[in-house]
């Protein structure tokens, strides 16, 4: 827990323990952090109202959505201290989730109709990925190997897991 915290939460781990979230400080003070060999670092990327973080890989990139001032929510890349914003043409809504070690990054985003769609961004590249028949689609984590984790709501509005391998 954060020293003088009403409460910690951890969003993402890697393989050397690094741990990403976010803690609630005295005054109501919402803060993203990077805990890494017992040293807290604070995270906030620029021109945001307020910070998530949700994935962090073995070489301490960091993902997540920030809240900016025209009140829209975007993905962020973080390494080596340089803050890049994700977006996608179209969106009203964008979220990155997780990240592997070889940097591919998923998230979702909303598209203008209101609909879910989950992405994944590798080498400067973002592909779109669908359920088939799903009415809304959100990846939330990708491993090593590139097969991807998330859940979808069908045409009846019930959730479900999905895993698509191999990206």
Do not use: C, W
Not at 61 to 67: E, M
Not at 112 to 135: C, K
Not at 142 to 161: K, P, Q
């Amino acid at each position: 827990m954060f020293p003088g915290a009403f409460f910690t939460d951890a969003s993402g781990i890697n393989d050397a323990g690094d741990i990403v979230g976010a803690t609630l400080l005295p005054g109501g003070d919402l803060r993203v952090f990077l805990l890494s060999k017992g040293t807290f670092t604070m995270i906030e990327a620029p021109g945001s109202i307020i910070t998530f973080t949700s994935g962090v890989s073995n070489s301490r990139k960091i993902v997540g959505t920030y809240l900016d001032f025209s009140v829209e929510f975007r993905g962020f890349f973080l390494a080596s201290g340089v803050f890049t914003t994700i977006d996608v043409a179209g969106a009203t809504r964008v979220e990155a989730d997780g990240i592997n070690s070889a940097g591919q990054i998923v998230g979702n985003y909303d598209d203008a109709g209101g609909v879910g769609h989950s992405f994944v961004l590798a080498n400067g590249v973002l592909t779109t990925i669908d359920v088939p028949g799903s009415t809304n689609t959100y990846a939330t984590g990708i491993n090593t190997r590139g097969d991807i984790v998330g859940s979808y709501t069908d045409s009846a509005g019930m959730f479900h897991g999905f895993l698509a391998q191999g990206f």
